[in-house]
Nanobody, 121 residues
Framework: QVQLVESGGGLVQPGGSLRLSCAAS????????MGWYRQAPGKQRELVAA???????NYEDSVKGRFTISRDNAKNTVYLQMNSLKPEDTAVYYC???????????????WGQGTQVTVSS
């Protein structure tokens, strides 16, 4: 059984910072890409940032220069450092990871439970 557990959400004022963490645990052979998605009320879930196993990154245009994704492969953990937060960043943030549970299995998408980020004065 594989689990992704997120932490670090909360309430912050505009211009503030938060750091999200997501740790994968359980039966894991390898982790390919990891990423963060978000879903605001009434909107579709969207990709915020992603990082490959070798460290290549990509970002949604509205967060470029403000958010930084990173990972610690030894800890099976991905992070999202969010700076200069804006009210429009308010959403539930979900962690995603492409995981193989054995050397011969296909990679499968796993999701965290979500963590609320609210940017408001």
């Amino acid at each position: 059984q594989v689990q992704l557990v997120e932490s670090g959400g909360g309430l912050v004022q505009p211009g503030g910072s938060l750091r999200l963490s997501c740790a994968a645990s359980g039966r894991i052979f390898s982790i390919d890409a990891m990423g963060w998605y978000r879903q605001a009320p009434g909107k579709q879930r969207e990709l915020v940032a992603a990082i490959t196993s070798d460290g290549s990154t990509n970002y949604e245009d509205s967060v470029k220069g403000r958010f930084t994704i990173s990972r610690d492969n030894a800890k099976n953990t991905v992070y999202l450092q969010m700076n200069s937060l804006k009210p429009e960043d308010t959403a539930v943030y979900y962690c995603n990871a492409q995981i193989r549970v054995t050397s011969t299995s296909f990679k499968r998408n796993y999701w965290g439970q979500g963590t609320q980020v609210t940017v408001s004065s």
